[in-house]
């Protein structure tokens, strides 16, 4: 008896994404979303991880899938994307340029842009950390989530009808998507103006001798603009006063001032600098 078994096409099976997590430069203070200020507050940041005082702008992962049918050559790819709950249609940029080792790029506006290798599944995000950007502004303890819908094609078309879901009926290890989450950071305010509202000379013993002027500062991260705190920078810490205290040299002539930040003993003082409001 002569049997005769002829092949037919199999769809390849996606078993496996890789989840990423990645997190934007900037200062940090202890635990998400405190307002404490640490002793590394304002240490450089450090290449890799995602922890405290440590940044990671680039993550990679793959898309694994197999095919029963021998040699058949499979084409990777990602069909949407959703960006905070919002989900799109996912096409290949055109004109970006794929990094090295990868041949497809697909753009997040404001996020960043993620790199694949369609023949091998290899993909990387690499974060968008323009300044003022989307990510810029997330403040400590903010997360941004971006859900990828993977893809795989066999040489006939054939393709996997639920990432999620393997032949065999067994969940997908990651899920049905590639989930990308972005951590904010503490950025730094900015002074962006100081000037004087009011000018002229102040009078020794008058019964009020005042001029004002103004600091201006804005800080990129979401919602922080309206809680800074202002202040003069002295020695190391912040002050809301400071005393204009007259020096003298050794044949006690005048010889300039210094600001102090207590009022000195004997009551000997120029004039204050005071800062109020925030």
Do not use: C, M
Not at 105 to 110: A, M, P, S, T
Not at 160 to 166: F, K, L
Request: charged share 25%.
């Amino acid at each position: 008896v002569g049997l005769t078994i002829k092949g037919a096409n199999d769809a390849p099976d996606i078993t496996g994404v890789d989840d990423l997590t990645l997190k934007d430069k900037g200062v940090w203070a202890d635990g998400d979303g405190t307002d404490k200020l640490n002793p590394d507050e304002n240490d450089a940041t450090r290449a890799g991880g995602t922890g405290a005082g440590q940044h990671q702008l680039t993550a990679d992962g793959k898309i694994v899938a197999v095919d029963p049918d021998h040699g058949d050559k499979l084409t990777y790819g990602f069909e949407s994307v959703t960006v905070n709950g919002v989900t799109t249609p996912l096409t290949p940029d055109a004109g970006a340029t794929p990094q090295d080792g990868f041949d497809t790029v697909y753009k997040i506006d404001g996020y960043g842009e993620l790199h694949l290798n369609s023949e091998t599944g290899q993909y990387r995000f690499v974060l968008d950390d323009q300044k003022n950007g989307e990510v810029d502004r997330l403040a400590e303890g903010e997360k941004a989530e971006i859900s990828f819908s993977p893809t795989v094609h066999d040489k006939l078309g054939a393709s996997d009808q639920d990432s999620g879901v393997t032949r065999e009926g067994a969940s997908a290890a990651g899920g049905k998507s590639v989930d990308i989450t972005i951590i904010g950071s503490n950025e730094r305010p900015t002074v962006e103006t100081t000037a004087w509202n009011t000018t002229g000379e102040v009078t020794e013993d008058a019964a009020e001798s005042k001029i004002f002027g103004k600091i201006t500062a804005n800080d990129v991260d979401a919602g922080e603009k309206g809680s800074l705190v202002y202040g003069f920078a002295h020695e190391g810490n912040r002050a809301t006063t400071l005393y204009v205290v007259p020096r003298y040299d050794s044949n006690g002539n005048p010889a300039g001032y210094t600001l102090e930040a207590e009022a000195p003993k004997d009551g000997n003082y120029y004039g204050t600098l005071r800062i109020t409001g925030s």
